[in-house]
T-cell receptor, first 110, second 113 residues
Framework: QKEVEQDPGPLSVPEGAIVSLNCTYS??????FMWYRQYSRKGPELLMYTYSSGNKEDGRFTAQVDKSSKYISLFIRDSQPSDSATYLC??????????FGQGTELSVKP | ETGVTQTPRHLVMGMTNKKSLKCEQHLGHNAMYWYKQSAKKPLELMFV???????ENNSVPSRFSPECPNSSHLFLHLHTLQPEDSALYLC????????????FGPGTRLTVT
């Protein structure tokens, strides 16, 4: 079983839609959870960073962590064509290495 | 720009060639990383350096040889690679090895022929 599971997509939505991206994980020691966005031919850039369970909001983006279910989500409201990218979840425990999901390819159509 | 640069951006090499990838970070970080990104697969951590000392080698074949002369520069020396080594090689840096954020460079797209 992979430590982190992420649906690779591709996911295609119309402009303005609410997008939900998800990852599940198996290691209960994970405490730090991140979402990276990677545009084509670029390196990943950190989008959201959360510690332990709960929600974090930044503009149109909301990250949710449910440690009891070992499930994290990234919601994008009012999605824009510029949001088209691959979204990577990543997580780690205290002092551990960063473990990435496979990435979900998102396309937002005008 | 993320403050992490990588050169070259694209590299095509034969299996008998020797080449090097370069990474430079301008963020004052003290930890640097090499990752391999293959299509449809998660990022694979290859090497970690903290204050110029290698702290992690993730069972990487010896045909990949890292070098970290100082906290700002990281190299990946390549020799006798295989076609399956073709991938995007990403460099990242962070402030310490704690849970802080890692900042990535744009990557080097490597093709082994």
């Amino acid at each position: 079983q992979k430590e982190v599971e992420q649906d690779p997509g591709p996911l295609s939505v119309p402009e303005g839609a609410i997008v939900s991206l998800n990852c599940t994980y198996s290691n209960s020691a994970f405490q730090y959870f991140m979402w990276y966005r990677q545009y084509s031919r670029k390196g990943p850039e950190l989008l959201m960073y959360t510690y332990s369970s709960g929600n974090k909001e930044d503009g149109r983006f909301t990250a949710q962590v449910d440690k009891s279910s070992k499930y994290i989500s990234l919601f994008i409201r009012d999605s824009q064509p510029s949001d088209s990218a691959t979204y990577l979840c990543a997580m780690r425990g205290q002092g551990g290495k960063l473990i990435f999901g496979q990435g979900t390819e998102l396309s937002v159509k005008p | 720009e993320t403050g992490v640069t990588q050169t070259p951006r694209h590299l095509v090499m034969g299996m008998t060639n020797k080449k090097s990838l370069k990474c430079e970070q301008h963020l004052g970080h003290n930890a640097m990383y090499w990752y391999k990104q293959s299509a449809k697969k998660p990022l694979e951590l290859m090497f970690v350096y903290n204050f110029k000392e290698q702290t992690e080698n993730n069972s990487v074949p010896s045909r990949f040889s890292p070098e970290c002369p100082n906290s700002s520069h990281l190299f990946l020396h390549l020799h006798t690679l295989q076609p399956e080594d073709s991938a995007l090689y990403l460099c990242a840096s962070s402030q310490g090895r704690g849970p802080g954020e890692q900042y990535f460079g744009p990557g080097t797209r490597l093709t082994v022929t």
